[in-house]
């Protein structure tokens, strides 16, 4: 496991996560001296592992947000009886921790429709993410000039190289954070995800409504959307 501190007041320290139980993996913190802001801290820890270790996966999760136990499993399992894909995430659960509130994020799961679908959306939710490290040589980092989207970029990148795919459990729960930095930056995260649409998108047509979707998004409150995204799964976790 590799934990990247971006600046934090309080420095993250192994021996405090640890415990004396101990974890049957080993633990490395790669501290940033100053927040340098969330692509900066992806990159580097990117950079760290492909300097120091030797992995075939890199699956992310966010602090806050929570795995089921198995999910490292069934993604690793996913991917080894299927070599074609090299990005896998799988659906998930937003949940507010403070009131309860939660919707359930659930997106097509074979390559096509993902494709298709990413013309408007993000289909990988980040922190439900898995890829192959040989993918990284190919496409490169987090790209840098993309703020507030670098996943979605670099993810469209991705399927330009490999077929993607999503696991139809619900495998992550993500905290609504309203201090969050995808909620902070909503409106700018919008604005990206156009110009994402419009630099890796494949399809003109699908270019163009993807992009007209994300515009209606920016015209609505996001409490609207919440409510929307509720109704819409039922509330079922």
């Known amino acids: 496991m590799v934990i990247v501190d971006d600046g934090s007041k309080s420095p993250v320290k192994v021996e405090a996560l640890v415990g004396a139980g101990g974890f049957p993996f080993s633990v490395y913190v790669v501290r940033l001296e100053k927040n340098s802001g969330i692509t900066e801290a992806l990159n580097t820890g990117l950079r760290w592992i492909e300097a120091n270790l030797t992995v075939r996966y890199i699956a992310r999760l966010d602090a806050g947000d929570v795995c089921k136990e198995d999910r490292f499993y069934r993604q690793v399992e996913f991917l080894e009886q299927n070599p074609q894909v090299g990005l896998l995430g799988s659906w998930c659960v937003f949940q507010n921790p403070s009131t309860g509130f939660h919707y359930t994020y659930t997106t097509p799961t074979q390559h096509g429709a ?61 905290e609504i954070n309203s201090k969050g930095i995808s909620i902070s930056n909503r409106k700018a995260q ?46 079922k976790v």
Do not use: W
């Not at 298709?116 to 939710?125: A, G, K, Y």
């Not at 987090?142 to 703020?147: E, G, K, L």
């Not at 990148?157 to 993500?174: E, F, N, P, R, S």
């Not at 419009?198 to 515009?215: D, I, T």
């Open 114 to 174: 993902i494709l298709s679908e990413m013309h408007s959306r993000n289909v990988f939710i980040h922190p439900t993410v898995m890829f192959r490290t040989e993918l990284v040589p190919l496409v490169g980092l987090y790209p840098t000039d993309f703020p507030h989207v670098e996943d979605y970029a670099l993810f469209f990148k991705m399927l330009h190289q490999t077929k993607g795919a999503i696991l139809d459990k619900t495998l992550v729960t993500c």
């Open 190 to 235: 919008l604005k990206g995800r156009q110009r994402v649409i419009s630099e890796f998108g494949v399809n003109a047509f699908q270019k163009l409504v993807g992009k007209s979707k994300v515009y209606l998004l920016r015209l609505l409150p996001y409490q609207v959307i919440l409510l929307i995204k509720n109704k819409l799964s039922s509330g």
